[in-house]
């Protein structure tokens, strides 16, 4: 049952990060309008079991005064709002309270900080530990997201071979690009089913500056520009969509047999061959798997 929407309030972002999902960065392109949130939150309220509004990047603080009117808003339709960030921003302790206290003023139930070393390497105090003091001393509910970057080491366990450790990255986006190496390679048949999404009853999707629903970052299922979320919802039958069917049938080993996609290489991981494969597929399917720019285009 979908209980919360996650807007990308923007695509931008002041960082490059090699980890980024999203493929986001200065010059990455869509941001929302105040009038397009507000049309947004009122779509949401059509779904009863709509509880919370996230709204995340790109970085959000980066248009401070639409992230505290699309916060006040939200909470004022009666959803739980939460705000993801990479705490750019908080350049000392005072200036961070200042940053921070119109949020806690609304009421903002979850305030996530990205703090790691694709982040903030090489500082004492980084920004977002600075942000999280400032959170706690405001009263503001907030937690800190660490991505550790990934290795690989010889496998201890008797097995043989290598495993990759430091596994919080999960390889689409940028990962996929930037961060492989020489990390060691399985066979397709390996990655059978999606870890990580509930994509026959998402709980969770993200909404992009373009309209566009996502049940995984760059797989679509509908544009609330076109289609309201309520229908999006109702109509959603995971097994006809032509990138989820297959994913959910056989995970992204089945979608690459069925469209004949190139499994000779091998791969890191689950989302490393479903990215590369929808990646290959974009063309083809341009409604499902979009916009270009979260598949580096
Ligand atoms: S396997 Fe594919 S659908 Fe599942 S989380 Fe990874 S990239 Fe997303």
């Not at 990308?8 to 990455?28: M, N, Q, R, V």
């Not at 200042?98 to 790691?116: E, Y």
């Amino acid at each position: 049952m979908l209980t919360g929407v996650h807007f990308l309030l923007t695509y931008k972002c002041i960082f490059e990060c090699d980890h980024c999902f999203l493929y986001s960065g200065p010059s990455a392109e869509g941001t929302f309008t105040i009038e397009n949130v507000r049309q947004a939150l009122r779509q949401m309220k059509n779904v009863v079991s709509i509880n919370s509004a996230y709204f995340e990047g790109g970085e959000p603080f980066l248009y401070y005064p639409l992230l505290i009117e699309s916060a006040r808003l939200a909470k004022s339709m009666g959803f739980d709002v939460g705000i993801v960030s990479n705490a750019y921003w908080a350049t000392t302790f005072e200036d961070a309270l200042i940053w921070l206290a119109p949020l806690a003023d609304i009421g903002v139930a979850d305030l996530s900080i990205s703090d790691d070393s694709f982040h903030h390497e090489g500082v004492d105090e980084s920004p977002a530990k600075i942000a999280l003091r400032a959170a706690r001393k405001l009263g503001i509910p907030s937690d800190s997201i660490c991505i550790e970057a990934p290795k690989s080491v010889d496998e201890s366990a008797g097995l043989g071979g290598k495993m990759v450790v430091g596994g919080d990255v999960l390889f689409k986006g940028r990962a996929v690009d930037k961060l492989l190496g020489d990390l060691p390679r399985l066979k397709y048949t390996n990655f059978r089913d999606c870890p990580h999404e509930n994509l026959k009853s998402p709980e969770r999707v993200h909404l992009d500056p373009f309209g566009n629903i996502h049940i995984c970052q760059g797989i679509v299922i509908g544009n609330i520009n076109m289609i309201p979320l309520k229908e999006i919802m109702n109509g959603y039958h995971p097994e006809m969509h032509p990138i989820i069917g297959p994913l959910m049938s056989g995970g992204p080993a089945e979608l690459a047999r069925k469209y004949g996609f190139d499994i000779s290489g091998g791969f890191v991981s689950h989302c490393h061959l479903c990215f590369e494969a929808r990646r290959a597929l974009m063309d083809e399917f341009p409604e499902y798997l979009t916009p270009k720019q979260v598949y580096g285009r």
